[in-house]
């Protein structure tokens, strides 16, 4: 880290740039409300003014959901730069060196991810792959770039899970106080943030895949795998069986594009498998709101639906925490990719994201890659109140979504 960037530890900080950090257990994670105390992550990894002004600018183009960024996208801004690069390719025989690991994560370069990535991740029909161009574009983005690489399709968000204590919410409103100098609007914003449950969230969408994954086993037309997945739902006694037959749930593998694509699902759901992916984000995103809601969170706002556990997450806009004191600002988003891990034990799993778009010959510097453990990666930031898990849909033929993942190498 350079010196010079002490001095800017509250810089703004924009879409692309993700987070990691050293956290306390699952249940502090999901129930702690000292959270806040962590800061923000320009508070705690320091970005110059410089830094801010091209994060921000990059990330113009990709505020539209489910619209990816190109290289020919890029929004410019007064002496702003594009100095994103894609890594160079990796020789596919060349083997990972170690990661740096320290508490719950463990960090490398995203040169030597690729290394890694090809030699665990990138198996298709068996056999080893080099990761592409394109993909390495992908990559290039940091957090949304890890996802976005292994998913294949930029991810849309629309098919989300979290889990919110609304009796722990109503309660904590009726027999507590704001705390000194904290106003109404901090006060439930904040208890609202501590009543949302990422452990159980994460639960949630680990279920609901699994039964998709059950009803994609043989189902060799749509009709069969809507058929055998409303049978694994009505034997479960699933409040999502009563979901519309258009609506996100039940459309979630037609729309998805690798579906549709000879060398992916070829229209034959049982050559897909259903995967999890998790982003964090402010809840206080309706700009023409409250501006308190902004800067404290929105109460009301992404909650799941208490019987199905769905989050509506169309009015996602990846809008940043509004700043309710001088020099602060906040980052907008974290992706974290799971992929279809089946350890038992959701504290042993191992969540995959990045610092910050790679930019190796510019003051951000080079991207690194994080292994974060679930406690490590469901605690977040200062920057968020919100923390889903997605489930999407990629050919059973990847291997970016292995059973195990075995934190740093070897």
Not at 51 to 61: F, Y
Not at 211 to 228: P, R
Not at 298 to 312: I, K, M, S, W
Request: one cysteine or more.
């Amino acid at each position: 880290m350079r010196k010079h960037r002490r001095f800017l530890a509250f810089a703004t900080v924009g879409a692309v740039v993700c987070t990691a950090g050293l956290i306390p257990s699952v249940s502090q994670a999901a129930d702690s409300g000292d959270k806040d105390e962590k800061g923000s992550y320009a508070a705690t990894h320091g970005l110059t003014a410089n830094d801010v002004k091209n994060i921000n600018a990059l990330n113009e183009s990709a505020l539209t959901p489910g619209q990816p960024p190109s290289a020919g996208s890029f929004s410019r801004t007064p002496d702003s730069v594009d100095d994103r690069e894609t890594p160079p390719a990796e020789p596919l025989d060349r083997m990972p060196d170690a990661y740096r690991a320290y508490g719950g994560r463990a960090t490398t370069v995203v040169n030597n991810y690729i290394r890694k990535w090809q030699q665990e991740y990138s198996h298709r029909d068996g056999k080893k792959q080099q990761m592409t161009e394109e993909q390495r574009e992908k990559l290039s983005y940091g957090c949304v770039g890890v996802t976005w690489a292994n998913s294949g399709p930029y991810p849309t968000n629309k098919l989300a899970f979290a889990y919110f204590d609304e009796n722990k919410y109503n309660n904590d409103l009726k027999n507590t106080s704001p705390r000194p100098d904290e106003t109404r609007a901090e006060f439930e914003g904040r208890i609202a943030k501590d009543s949302f449950d990422e452990g159980k969230g994460f639960k949630r969408a680990r279920d609901v895949a699994s039964l998709m994954n059950k009803a994609l086993e043989n189902a060799h037309d749509e009709g069969t795998y809507i058929d055998n997945l409303k049978t694994e739902l009505t034997n479960n006694n699933d409040a999502l069986l009563q979901e519309d037959t258009r609506s996100n749930f039940y459309s979630a593998l037609r729309n998805t594009p690798a579906f549709k694509e000879r060398d992916g699902g070829n229209y034959d759901p049982s050559k897909m498998k259903a995967v999890i992916y998790s982003k964090h984000f402010w809840s206080g995103q309706n700009q023409r709101g409250l501006s308190d809601k902004r800067k404290y969170g929105d109460p009301e706002a992404f909650r799941p639906d208490q019987g199905t556990g769905l989050v509506d997450m169309s009015k996602d806009r990846s809008i940043p925490r509004s700043p309710a004191r001088p020099g602060e600002s906040w980052v907008n988003f974290d992706y974290g990719w799971f992929g279809a891990q089946t350890e038992a034990d959701a504290d042993k799993t191992i969540w995959t994201h990045g610092n910050h778009y790679h930019a190796p010959n510019s003051d951000l510097g080079p991207m690194h890659v994080y292994e974060s453990k679930f406690r490590n990666w469901s605690a977040g930031y200062a920057d968020f109140d919100r923390g889903t898990y997605m489930i999407t849909f990629i050919p059973k033929s990847w291997n970016t979504a292995p059973a195990k993942v075995k934190q740093g190498w070897p």
